[in-house]
């Protein structure tokens, strides 16, 4: 399949654009560069340079490039700002969302792959969460993955576009050639390993006395090769009706437990203070994947945080300036 990336320079796209060729995809990346990199654009791929709020801009590269489909990661994501900045962010995400599928409509593609979030579920009642459990975003970023999940439901019950959106939990780890590089640098393994290679800045753990086995927060960590990997299967089951889909590993790992395993992958004493809880976190996040099981045959082929850290240490060894080295 021609298959157009949106976000496909950043640190999910970059693989998912890698793994969708290796399944035989012809790929094209279209992004904004506003938080990816060109550089993590593999060389035999276009990028397309232009925002998805430009519908022209996108309905130009989706022609060129014969787009079939699309995997839409095109977003600003970061949970904090959000709350400070709610405009940026409809504006983006679902400014940038409804004018992609103008693009899209306009010229009958009518297949997407959408990459939510586990933000969409806020505060859950219980973990593993399923796909049913009620989406109460706190945030205004899940509140725009989940106002995005509305507008694709309707699409495809007026006008036939056949969708899957994928509930991302915790994405961590890197493919040999492709790795996280956000900046600033917010999520916790990069920053505990860049830490590792002293040029990190410090890390501050969230709380100390939530109701879990050391009182520090359970996030659900998922390998971005898996992750990767489910974007192709659910290409090859989209439906006018859409799915949702979990996407974790299902056990969950506290941040004192991600912390342990990082001193033990790098060698590194890792030094870290102890402060009050960040806002809006949830004491624990696990996703129940049993349904992307189930129906897609999707299993976690490294599900185990000392992998998906030595992945990710790999990649930042041989990368010491991420991707503007
Ligand atoms: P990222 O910032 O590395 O990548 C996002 C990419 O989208 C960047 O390359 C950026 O330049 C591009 N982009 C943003 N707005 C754009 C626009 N209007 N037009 C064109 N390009 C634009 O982020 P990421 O961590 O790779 O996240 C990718 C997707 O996965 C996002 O949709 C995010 O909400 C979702 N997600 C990420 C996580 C995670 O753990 N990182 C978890 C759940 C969901
Ligand atoms: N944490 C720290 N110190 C830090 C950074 C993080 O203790 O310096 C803790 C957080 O409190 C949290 C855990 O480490 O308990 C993971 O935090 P991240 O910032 O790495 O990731 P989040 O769980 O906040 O969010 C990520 C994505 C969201 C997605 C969510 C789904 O960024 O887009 O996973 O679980 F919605």
Redesign the pocket.
């Known amino acids: 399949m021609n298959v157009l990336v949106t976000g496909g320079a950043g640190y999910i796209g970059s693989a998912v654009a890698r793994v969708l060729v290796q399944e035989g995809h012809s790929v094209a990346v279209y992004d904004s560069l506003v938080t990816g990199h060109r550089a993590a654009v593999a060389r035999d791929m276009r990028l397309f340079e232009g925002d998805t709020r430009d519908t022209s801009a996108v309905r130009a590269a989706l022609q060129e490039h014969r787009a079939e489909a699309v995997v839409h990661l095109a977003a600003i994501?970061?949970?904090g700002t959000s709350v400070l900045e709610p405009r940026a962010y409809f504006d983006n995400n679902v400014r940038g969302a409804l004018s992609l599928l103008d693009a899209m409509l306009d010229l009958g593609v009518r297949d997407l792959v959408f990459s939510s979030?586990?933000?969409v579920y806020g505060e859950p009642d219980r973990c593993p969460i399923l796909e049913d459990a009620p989406t109460r975003p706190v945030s205004p970023?899940?509140e725009t993955k989940r106002m995005i999940e509305q507008v694709l439901a309707r699409y495809g019950h007026a006008y036939g576009l056949r969708h899957t959106s994928l509930r991302?939990?915790?994405?961590a780890g890197a493919l040999p050639d492709a790795g996280e590089d956000h900046r600033p640098e917010?999520?916790?393994?990069p920053?505990l390993l860049l830490l590792a290679q002293g040029r990190g800045e410090p890390?501050?753990?969230?709380?100390t006395d939530y109701p879990t086995r050391d009182g520090?927060?359970?996030?659900?960590y998922i390998h971005v090769a898996d992750l990767a990997r489910a974007h192709t299967l659910a290409l090859g089951a989209l439906s006018a009706e859409g799915r949702v889909y979990n996407l974790g590993c299902g056990g969950g790992f506290t941040?004192g437990e991600?912390l342990a395993a990082a001193r033990t992958v790098t060698g590194q004493p890792i030094p870290v203070a102890y402060g009050p809880?960040?806002d809006g976190?949830p004491a624990e996040?696990v996703a129940s994947s049993e349904r992307i099981t189930a129906e897609l045959g999707w299993v976690p082929r490294h599900p185990g945080i000392e992998d998906i850290l030595a992945s990710a240490w790999d990649w930042m060894q041989r990368n010491p300036h991420g991707w503007q080295g």
């Open positions: 994501s970061q949970v979030t586990a933000a970023y899940g991302y939990f915790n994405a917010t999520h916790l393994i920053r890390v501050t753990v969230f709380g520090t927060c359970v996030r659900d941040v991600v809880r960040r976190d996040l």
